[in-house]
């Protein structure tokens, strides 16, 4: 991981450039979709929108005024204020024991790439990072079919002692799920034990599609909506925050993806919590679906308008370029993205282009802040629980 430097732009060059992307609010009578109409009514009216609207803004082909929609609803929520943060992902084993065919990362025990960190390697890769500077580690793997849970506290508790200062983010839903499931704890108990050896807040994967028809299709075997919905309420029970994601452009339907949508923003004013959407743009690329021909850059850009829109409650959405594209996440800054995922480093699960080769996927912070200031926003670094990151180098504290 390359060491943080200080910026070369700063604040005052967004401030400079004099303008702020696409959003202000949108007067209805300019919208040549007629069907939009209602729906930026109801926009600029602060109302939540409904299923009906979401296949609204689905159906239709004005692309300008859905950006432009989604931007009204980012912009009276953060202003002109982009943010990322500086972190490294570390995925433990790819060794997994479900076979989703949406996934060309996990493998079976000595099947060629199979790989497992032990706790060293892990720990000398959590130095590295907070040496460079790094506020958190994104930890997942697969279900790994024979390491105790005891193993997983042991890592977290041996980061924490070593790097006390790194925020660990870590286990999706299915990884809680299973280590229940193999500790014969329940899941509140599992949380609780992984807080007190250092969990500081979980990620959003393995949502995938909220329906079970899908589910059976392409991820059968894991864990189904309802069992992601609980785990995550009771992650929110005990104050630990986490995130959401949806996984789109495979086999699910547009109504499917709204329905999605509507789950998270009723477990979100149920069970308060979700800090962030992440929508996943599905990479074919080496999967049992890579005959798909995976999301155009123009169905991006509608998933991340329309997951701003259709979620008022929840207060970030979040572009993780690794499968949206540096280039195309810069462009989500005028749809309703507040926020960019991040230095990463090494991402082993994904890779747009040679995904079978090195898996090392790594943003300066120089280009994320450039990528933001040329956007028109002002660039601000924060943690993991969305406070600001005052820098010196590699040194760094939060406002609280
Ligand atoms: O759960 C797997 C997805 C997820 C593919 O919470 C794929 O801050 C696209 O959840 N094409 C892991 N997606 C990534 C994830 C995440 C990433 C960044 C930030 C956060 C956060 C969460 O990746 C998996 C799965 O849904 N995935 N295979 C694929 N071929």
Known sequence: MRPVEMPVLSTADAVETGHAGMGGWIDPADITDAALRPVAEKVAAGQRLNFDDGMALWNSRDIFTIGALANSVRQ????????????????????????????????????????????????????????????????????????????????????????????????????????????????????????????????????????????????????????????????????????????????????????????????????????????????PDGSELGHLPGNTGLEDMKMLAISRLMLPNFPHVKAFWIMQSMKLSQVSLNFGVDDLDGTVVWYDITKREGGSGNKHQEQTVEDIRRLIVEAGYIPVERDTLYRRVIRNGGNWQVME
């Open 76 to 283: 009276s929520m953060h202003g002109r204020t982009a943010y990322y943060n500086i972190n490294r992902h570390i995925n433990y084993t790819n060794i997994c024991a479900l076979s989703c065919k949406f996934c060309e990362f996990q493998r079976k025990r000595g099947e060629a790439g199979a790989y497992e960190y032990d706790l060293e390697h892990i720990y000398r890769i959590a130095g590295e990072v907070d040496a460079a500077g790094a506020t958190e580690v994104h930890i997942v793997g697969g279900l790994h079919p024979w390491l105790p849970f005891a193993w997983y506290l042991e890592m977290l508790s041996g980061i924490k002692k070593r790097y006390p200062r790194l925020h660990l983010k870590c286990f999706t839903a299915i990884e809680i799920d299973h280590f229940s499931r193999i500790s014969k704890l329940s899941v509140r108990e599992v949380l609780e034990a992984l807080r007190e050896h250092g969990l500081g807040s979980m990620p959003g994967g393995g949502a995938e599609v909220f329906d079970d028809r899908v589910h059976d299709a392409v991820f059968k075997g894991k864990l189904r909506s309802d069992g992601w919905m609980r785990v995550h309420r009771t992650a929110h029970e005990l104050g630990i925050k986490t995130n959401a994601t949806i996984l789109y452009g495979h086999v699910e339907t547009r109504a499917q993806r709204v329905e999605h949508l509507l789950k998270l923003r009723e477990l979100q004013d149920d069970a308060p919590g979700f800090q962030c959407i992440i929508p996943l743009s599905f990479i």
